[in-house]
């Protein structure tokens, strides 16, 4: 059975998913979630999915669990063609009618039909969860006992025999069958009944009715005297505490020295006159290394730092310059920031690099210096720019997406000109040095074949003329030009050792093709092709190209044709015989010279588009091809008889 229609379960992530069977048209194709029919978006609207290809595309992933439903229902209310009395009959509307009978009997077949349905056939799995509801249920269905789940700690169900016959057992208003006393002594009898464990009642039991009468205030103060470090106070507070007479006072003499200001340190065991007792003293701040202060404004001693313990105040200085290990003024130090010199144990003014490298005397950089759009220059008159490698380093420039090229500017730097490297497909390594001096006037530079350069005097093709009188006496000598004069003559060249005179090549088109080799001792009217005289043999393969022939100059006589033309209405054809004339009709003829058929295949294999403004005619029954295209415009015909 042909498949029209896929299930799938959605997984809350998945957007996609894709259909096997053909389709007339979008709206025959039909989507349904958990069994509720989903709609496409269309051009203006935003729905519920896309059709892209073979697959449809919901604007939001189906959740976990979901059912998906994909299946065609072809549209059989309106036909894809109408055919009228004398109209053509296209085949695409021939085969799009059929499509459109055959997808709807596919459907029809694969639609579940109550009366298909054996009984018994359909099993829980094919129940969509939570669908059953009360009203699907018969009122005399008298379902069994044993088909409701009992109830447990986790589940709520029927009741089980067992606890029935247990609630059965409890009277009504069963909580008034105790009295208080009677649960009292229960809940007494019970061994651990979470009221008193049985060794609490133990040591409940040995202690006396009202036992903290048991001791007096004088019973109690004994017991924590006696006690070691009772947390009352230590025996050494103890004694402190009475070596104190009592009602003992602070004595006060003449040693007290507040000449120095409202904050004086206490530096002796006398305090002012002013000062009782303790209640003088502010104990806020008290912490290890702290000293008491006095402080004439509260007429207290405070807690404060002790300024002559150590450290680097020079004795509690309020100024920089003050301090005993840093420079004794700030003159000259504008700009310059403090440092810890190098014996590390002072500071120091020193001037350290900002955002002007010229504070830097040796800069170096972390990373790579991007210069962005700016350049580098110099603000010295006349100055140079100097870049100076270390050791047997180079002035490098790199290649990025073309090979390193080094470009000098004209002044304006509207012109430059490129020295550039070859392309890394050329694998080229080497290095030109240049010649020591700069050579003499027309001289070029020539390699030696290791990249060193020199100025040479050029080398070039000599031309000879007619009558130069050119006397060769070499052991070679290849002939690369020569000059011809108007009368078809080059003059008389001699030859010293004219046996060892090679043939040359002649570019000139009034030369022979090559120089022949000299057998006498004069070089001498040398032949000009005269006119129709190269033959075939002369010419390379391949040599004459289309430039080469004139528009409209070609015979027929000169055309390879099998067999001369009978009649009129011919056309150049290839046949077994080669191309020969054949007749302008394709088709086949009679037994005779008589016409009669017009043979045409019976499939379109490949795309074809009737010619504009043109009609056309087919014998019939033609068919085309899966995938293949006859095009009609608007006004055409192609009639199938």
Not at 37 to 60: A, C, H, L, M, Q
Not at 208 to 226: F, H, K, P, W
Not at 307 to 329: I, M, Q, R, Y
Not at 382 to 403: C, D, H, Q
Request: aromatic share 6%; hydrophobic share 35%.
């Amino acid at each position: 059975m042909a498949t029209t229609e896929h299930f799938y379960t959605g997984n809350g992530s998945t957007t996609s998913y894709g259909f096997s069977f053909p389709i007339l048209q979008n709206s025959d194709l039909k989507v349904a979630l958990d069994g509720v029919t989903k709609t496409e978006n269309t051009s203006g609207t935003n729905n519920d999915y896309s059709i892209s290809n073979t697959n449809v595309v919901f604007n939001s992933a189906p959740a976990n669990g979901v059912d998906i439903h994909i299946y065609r229902l072809t549209d059989v209310d309106t036909p894809k063609a109408t055919f009228v009395s004398g109209s053509s009959i296209r085949a695409q509307d021939l085969n799009n009618n059929f499509d459109q009978l055959f997808y709807s009997d596919q459907e029809q077949h694969q639609r579940i039909r109550t009366v298909d349905v054996r009984d018994k056939a359909i099993t829980s799995d094919k129940i969509l969860d939570g669908t059953i509801v009360n009203a699907d249920i018969n009122a005399s269905a008298a379902i069994d006992g044993s088909k409701l789940q009992a109830s447990s700690g986790s589940n709520s169900g029927s009741m089980s025999a067992a606890n029935f016959t247990k609630l059965s057992g409890i009277e009504t208003g069963a909580t008034a069958d105790q009295t208080d006393a009677e649960i009292r002594t229960a809940v007494g009898n019970a061994t651990n009944s979470n009221v008193f464990t049985d060794a609490e009642s133990t040591k409940l039991s040995g202690i006396e009715t009202g036992a903290t009468a048991d001791q007096t205030a004088s019973e109690i103060r004994t017991l924590v005297e006696n006690a070691t470090d009772s947390n009352v106070f230590t025996d050494a507070d103890h004694t402190k505490l009475n070596g104190i007479e009592t009602g003992a006072e602070v004595n006060v003499n003449a040693d007290w020295n507040s000449s120095s200001g409202d904050s004086q340190i206490l530096n002796k065991p006398t305090v002012p006159a002013s000062i009782n007792d303790l209640s003088d003293v502010n104990t806020t701040g008290v912490a290890n290394g702290k000293i008491l202060k006095y402080d004439s404004s509260t007429s207290k001693f405070i807690i404060a730092d002790d300024a002559n313990s150590g450290g680097g105040g020079g004795g509690g200085s309020s100024t920089f310059v003050g301090l005993s290990d840093t420079p004794v003024a700030f003159s000259g130090a504008g700009g310059k920031t403090v440092k810890v010199n190098s014996a590390g144990n002072a500071l120091e003014f020193v001037t350290v690099a900002g955002s002007d490298v010229v504070d830097d005397t040796t800069p170096q950089l972390g990373g790579n210096l991007d210069v962005q759009a700016r350049e580098i220059n110099t603000s010295t008159t006349n100055g140079n720019i100097k870049v100076t490698p270390n050791g047997t380093g180079l002035f490098e420039v790199k290649g990025n997406t073309n090979a390193g090229t080094l470009q000098l500017n004209c002044e304006n730097n509207s012109h430059g000109v490129k020295i550039k490297s070859p392309p890394h497909s050329a694998n080229a390594s080497y290095t030109l040095t240049l010649p020591v001096n700069d050579g003499n006037s027309n001289q070029v530079l020539k390699t030696d074949g290791s990249g060193v350069l020199a100025w040479v005097d050029q080398t070039t093709d000599t031309t000879y003329s007619a009558g130069s009188g050119l006397t060769l006496s070499g052991t070679t000598f290849s002939v690369n030009t020569l000059n011809q004069n108007t009368t078809g003559t080059s003059g008389g060249f001699t030859a010293g050792n004219a046996s060892n005179l090679n043939a040359g090549t002649i570019p000139d088109a009034r030369f022979p093709a090559t120089l022949p080799a000299v057998s006498g001792a004069n070089l001498t009217n040398l032949p000009v092709p005269s006119d129709n005289t190269i033959s075939a043999a002369k010419l390379t393969s391949n040599a004459v190209t289309n430039v080469k022939i004139l528009d409209d100059t070609i015979s027929e006589a000169k055309l390879d044709i099998h067999a001369a033309p009978s009649g009129t209405d011919k056309v150049l054809g290839y046949t077994a015989n080669g191309m020969e004339w054949v007749a302008a009709a394709a088709g086949a003829t009679g037994g005779g010279t008589d016409k009669i058929f017009y043979e045409n295949g019976q499939t379109v294999t490949t795309n074809y588009t009737i010619t504009n403004n043109t009609n056309a005619m087919s014998a019939g029954p033609v068919a085309i091809a899966s995938g293949v295209a006859v095009t009609i415009g608007t006004g055409e015909n192609w009639t199938i008889v």
